[in-house]
């Protein structure tokens, strides 16, 4: 008997990312958990990685989006490093999603930059299924 997952991200292979120094990954962990019970299938990369290293497993694991958790304060560059490097790699299409401590002014330039959703640490889980079922749809 097989067991195929439901729910609204079924059969979504989604990439949850810790990119730079930030050593706090309990939300992250959170974010994976809840994407799982959603249906996807959850590549976590652990703390601390480095931008060029979350592209990388990005296109060896054909994600479908790629999830940065940002506590640091450094979200607008790492973010950009991230796009700019999936689309040199031929991988422009891969949403990239941000969550974690954004202030309210950066969202903007985060959308602006090509990220396709920002969620701060109020947002409520199923808000964020929600938007990345419809991205993913």
Known sequence: MSTVAAGPLAGKRILVAKPGLDGHDAGAKVIALALRDAGAEVIY??????????????????????GLSILSGS??????????GLRAAGAGDVPVFVG?????????????AGVKGVFTNDTPLEHMIEELARALA
Do not use: C, M, N, Y
Request: glycine share 4%.
């Open 45 to 66: 990369t652990g703390l601390r990685k480095s931008p060029e290293f979350i592209v990388r497993v990005a296109l060896d694991e054909d994600v479908a989006a790629v």
């Open 75 to 84: 979200h607008q560059a790492l973010s950009r490093e991230v796009l700019e």
């Open 100 to 112: 974690g401590s954004i202030p309210p002014q950066d969202r903007a330039a985060l959308l602006d």
